[in-house]
């Protein structure tokens, strides 16, 4: 059907209204209703009990980042709900119970101060880390306080660097100087929400004399700058995020700023005396030409003076991507992506020429499996972090060093529901313009293919994020230990297969990444592993837009959808919070050309009475404000209109998580898994 007309009226608007009396009264009479039926099935109670000491378990892994000697780690348990950021050092780590030192305790901060914190992380002053910036939000939001910290006194400074709350970027330049870009004003914010002009804020002086170093345009994405603080090589640099996918820097050289002349779309960075620029797309330059999703490198100051060689440091395949750098002090450490599993691939410099060694962790052979790097001390050290995980297989936390030497096994997640019996199947379903797409499916090795087996497809599709093996405590818990078959769709739009995978889909292309899940799901009715009737569907965000587009195409093939923190209003989604910074990605609804192929897959103007549809459950959160909750409202209020039965479930606090502790966390997943537990079960 043709797209709705751009001029239609909005019946719904006033359910944009986030702490709108009447939005908020709908949204309560909604809650209950979805509590009511949900939270008095059969086995809620035990789920939510089961989930929630998962999620307070003192046995998961205690991630943990160097800053200063000492490994700093943020956790929940059940005795700390907002939870403890606390540190250790790293022959304490390595124990099994490590002696923590706690920084702050955000329980009784939140009680002593009478708000609702949530923590938002720390910039560091480095390489010192005397000092640090910490982010509390209010409920979990992307907005968020700053506030000075001192390390070792362990305590806020008084009189110290503070900003209210708002989506500020914030980088030290020295003890007594940062960059900062918030809200200064009107006029200081992009149309997406985030920062656009960044200033130099000076110790004791009044954040309005700080002085102006950058500024972008209203319509870019954001501004921000930052100090690399590697002794020798340090540089400050500014960013103009131009777009999601484009950008402009610049490296600041006394008080001027000099561009360096990269592609527009693609990411550079520093390492000590070199650069490194990961491309999107080809690039032909000094007479060569580079490919679409390759790493290069080049001495850093022959680049920013226009005249350089550069090292061709990975070359994408068919089936191979680049899916991370993590740097250290001597090395790079590359994350690759090949058919959707993760293999790492140490690069070092040795007579000016670059040298690749392969990675092997113990026991890394012949799993479906995920791997994620993160340094231990970039500056000063080569050691740094892996994580190790599959479907099936508790996540594994090593320390390795870069030049050699045998990964150490520092900490095992345990197993927290039992995979003795299951087996992970990657299979290809072939979308109707003939792309192969892969898929995960996890299921009993007794498994029937009859039709008969309740499945839960999860998918994304989007913002070239990858979907790889992991090791789903929760999902595990509550659907594939009760004899449940969870499939991941590896779709186009993610980054499964680099930056080509990612823009087969975008913009104008976005249906193929709806063809492709669809062509999944038909795939696993073929195969015999399920059928309309047990078949259900899960995303969110991104891919909240994702199974409400299929919603409204393919209804006949679902029995359930899970719709959590979604984008649906395609027609407004670009005047809502942070969505204008999202247009590289789905176009412009404004521009008459773009809404007609947006508006034919817009979840929202797709739905219709008369036609039967899936039932639905959708989450969201009163304080998200990345994706505002009144797509989730407008879209079921429109369902419920139209006379389709649905349940709709909004978190007061939670932001784009859904969910701000454990507490709630739990109760979130309780809520969705026992859906799909009525839907496909029953």
């Known amino acids: 059907m043709p797209p709705p007309s751009q001029d239609a009226a909005d019946p719904y608007l006033w359910l944009e209204e986030v702490e709108g009396e009447r939005a908020l009264a709908w949204v309560a009479g909604q809650n209950a209703l979805a509590e009511g039926e949900l939270e008095a099935s059969p086995g809620f109670d035990a789920l939510r009990t089961r989930l929630r000491g998962i999620l307070d378990s003192t046995a998961k892994i205690p991630y943990a980042g160097c800053h200063g000697g000492l490994l700093y780690n943020f956790w929940r348990d059940a005795a700390h709900p907002r939870g403890l950021w606390r540190r250790t050092t790293l022959d304490q780590y390595r124990l099994p119970e490590p002696g923590w030192e706690t920084v702050i305790d955000l329980d009784a ?30 409920g979990g939001g992307d907005a968020h306080v700053l506030r000075e910290f001192d390390l070792a006194g362990r305590q806020f400074v008084a009189g110290g660097f503070a900003l209210p709350e708002a989506k500020s970027d914030v980088a030290w330049i ?52 930052w100090k690399d603080a590697t002794p020798g090589f340090e540089r400050e640099f500014v960013l103009r995020q131009a777009g999601f996918y484009s950008s402009e820097l610049f490296v600041r050289r006394g008080g001027s700023l000099v561009k360096l002349t990269k592609p527009a779309d693609a990411n550079a960075f520093a390492v000590r005396d070199q650069v490194v620029i990961e491309l999107r797309s080809d690039w032909e330059t000094g007479g060569a030409r580079y490919p679409q999703g390759a790493l290069l490198a080049a001495d850093f100051d022959a680049f920013v003076a226009g005249a350089c060689a550069f090292a061709l440091l990975f070359t994408p395949t068919p089936t191979s991507s680049l899916d991370g750098v993590t740097v250290t002090r001597d090395a790079l450490l590359l994350t690759v992506l090949d058919k959707v599993s993760n293999r790492i691939v140490e690069l070092r410099r040795a007579g000016g020429a670059w040298e690749s060694h392969p990675v092997a962790l113990p026991g890394s052979g012949g799993t479906h499996a995920a791997l994620d790097t993160w340094a231990y001390d970039r500056v000063a050290s080569n050691r740094y972090f892996v994580s190790r995980t599959s479907f099936t297989e508790p996540t594994t936390l090593y320390l390795a060093q870069a030049g050699g030497g045998e990964p150490e096994a520092l900490k095992a997640m345990p197993a927290f529901f039992d995979a003795g019996g299951l087996r992970v199947e990657q299979f290809e ?12 499916a996890v299921m009993a090795r007794a498994t029937r293919l009859d039709g008969s087996n309740p499945t839960l497809l999860y998918g994304y599709g989007g913002f070239e994020v990858a979907l790889k093996p992991s090791y789903g405590a929760i999902s595990g818990s509550a659907w594939l230990e009760d004899g449940g078959v969870y499939v991941v769709a590896n779709i186009r739009g993610g980054g ?29 009715i073929a195969r015999g592993i399920s059928s309309p009737r047990r078949l259900g569907i899960m995303g969110g965000s991104n891919g909240g837009l994702l199974v409400g587009a299929v919603l409204a195409q393919r209804p006949e093939l679902f029995n ?29 609804p404004d521009d008459p050309a773009q809404w007609a192929w947006i508006g034919r897959y817009s979840p929202y103007h797709q739905v219709q009475a008369g036609r039967r549809y899936p039932r639905i459950l959708f989450t969201t959160s009163t304080r998200d404000d990345r994706v505002h909750p009144g797509h989730a409202r407008k879209m079921a209020a429109r369902m419920l209109e139209q006379g389709h039965e649905l349940l709709y479930w909004e978190n007061l606090e939670g932001g784009h998580a859904g969910a701000a502790d454990n507490a709630q966390t739990a109760r979130m997943w309780a809520l969705a898994w026992t859906f799909l537990r009525r839907q496909l079960r029953n």
């Not at 499964?496 to 899940?517: S, T």
């Not at 959590?564 to 942070?578: E, G, N, S």
């Open 109 to 138: 901060l939140a009680r002593l101060e009478g708000e609702n914190w949530v923590w938002g992380g720390a910039t560091w002053l480095e390489p010192t880390a005397e000092r640090c910036l910490v982010s509390l939000s209010r």
């Open 174 to 225: 020295d003890r007594d100087t940062l960059f900062v870009g918030t809200d200064f004003g009107p006029g200081s914010l992009t149309e997406s929400g985030y920062p656009r002009i960044v200033k130099q804020w000076r110790r004791g002086t009044p954040l309005a004399a700080a002085i102006t170093v950058f500024e972008a345009r209203p319509d870019d994405l954001s501004a921000c700058a």
């Open 429 to 440: 379903a072939c979308s109707p313009d003939g792309a192969r797409v892969p898929y995960f």
């Open 496 to 524: 499964e297969f680099g930056p080509r995978w990612h823009q087969a889909a975008l913009k104008q292309h976005r249906q193929r990444a709806f063809d492709d899940f669809i062509a999944v799901a038909e795939d696993l």
């Open 560 to 588: 359930a959808v899970v719709c959590q923190v979604p984008l649906l209003d395609m027609r407004r989604y670009h005047l809502l919070l942070a969505g204008a910074s999202w247009m590289d990605e789905y176009g412009d």
